[in-house]
C-alpha cells in the first residue's frame, strides 16, 4: 500500500502491539484499541497479563503497515478516536465500538483524564455516559452499507443523553450501546451543536446535515 493511498492517520512505520497468532491466522481476531496515546493494540482475545513472560510469548510488534495489510479490516477504523477498543464481528464483517475503560495504572488515569477535561471545549464532561442507537456503534466494512448519522438527541428527565440514528424507525424499540460523551461527539461532530440542551428537551432533524430542531421541551 503506497503511502500516497495510506488510509489511517497514525505513521504507517509506527509499532503496534499484535497477537502473534494473528499473524499466522488473522481470522482468528477478536479486538482492537486505539490507546490514548493514538497507539494501536491489536488481540486475538487476549489480553495483557502481569507475567511479561507470557506478555512476550502472546504478543509481538509490527509496523502498522504490515498489520493493514494482514487485516485490511483495519482501515475502516480510519475515523476511530483515542481510546476507544472495537471488537470484531467476523460474521457481518463489521466492528462494534465502545469506550476503553481506566487502566491498572491510576496514577496514569488521572492525568488523561485530567488532560481530556482541560481540553473539551463542550457543555457537560467529556468523560460522561451517552446511550447511542446500536448502529452508532458499528462500522461496516461493506463500502455499500449506509452512512451513519444521528437523527435525534434528547437530554432526558434525569440529565442524561441518548443519541438515535436514522436507521432506527420512528416509534419502536431498539438496543442502545454506551459511549463516553466525547467519543460520540468526535464520531459525530455535528452533535456538539445541541449539547446546551435542558434536560427534557429533544432536538430532531429530516436528514443528516439538516438543522437542528427542537421538538419537545
Known amino acids: 500500500m503506497s503511502s500516497e493511498n495510506w488510509p489511517l492517520r497514525q505513521d504507517p512505520e509506527s509499532p503496534v502491539i499484535i497477537s502473534r497468532s494473528l499473524v499466522e491466522d488473522p481470522s482468528n481476531l477478536a479486538f482492537v484499541v486505539l490507546d490514548d496515546d493514538g497507539d494501536w493494540f491489536i488481540s486475538d482475545g487476549n489480553e495483557f497479563s502481569e507475567d511479561m513472560d507470557l506478555n512476550r510469548d502472546a504478543f509481538g510488534a509490527l509496523p502498522l503497515r504490515d ?5 485490511p479490516a483495519l482501515t475502516a477504523l480510519a475515523g476511530l ?3 476507544m477498543a472495537a471488537d470484531w464481528d467476523s460474521e457481518r464483517r463489521a466492528w462494534l465500538l465502545s469506550s476503553v475503560a481506566d487502566s491498572d495504572d491510576d496514577e ?11 481540553a473539551w471545549t463542550h457543555p457537560g464532561s467529556p468523560l460522561e455516559e451517552v446511550q447511542v442507537s446500536t448502529e452508532l456503534a458499528e462500522i461496516s466494512t461493506d463500502p455499500a452499507a449506509p452512512a451513519r448519522a444521528v437523527r435525534q438527541v434528547v437530554r432526558e428527565a434525569d440529565g442524561s443523553w441518548l443519541l438515535v440514528g436514522f436507521q432506527v424507525p420512528e416509534n419502536e424499540d431498539f438496543e442502545v450501546e454506551a459511549l463516553e460523551m466525547e467519543h460520540a461527539v468526535t464520531l459525530y461532530p455535528d452533535v456538539a451543536l445541541v449539547l446546551s440542551a435542558a434536560p427534557g428537551q429533544v432536538y430532531d432533524r429530516p436528514s443528516a446535515g439538516a438543522p437542528w430542531e427542537l421538538v419537545e421541551g
Open 81 to 83: 478516536p483515542t481510546g
Open 67 to 71: 498489520a493493514v495489510e494482514l487485516i
Open 108 to 118: 496514569e488515569d488521572l492525568l488523561v483524564r485530567a488532560a481530556r477535561l482541560a
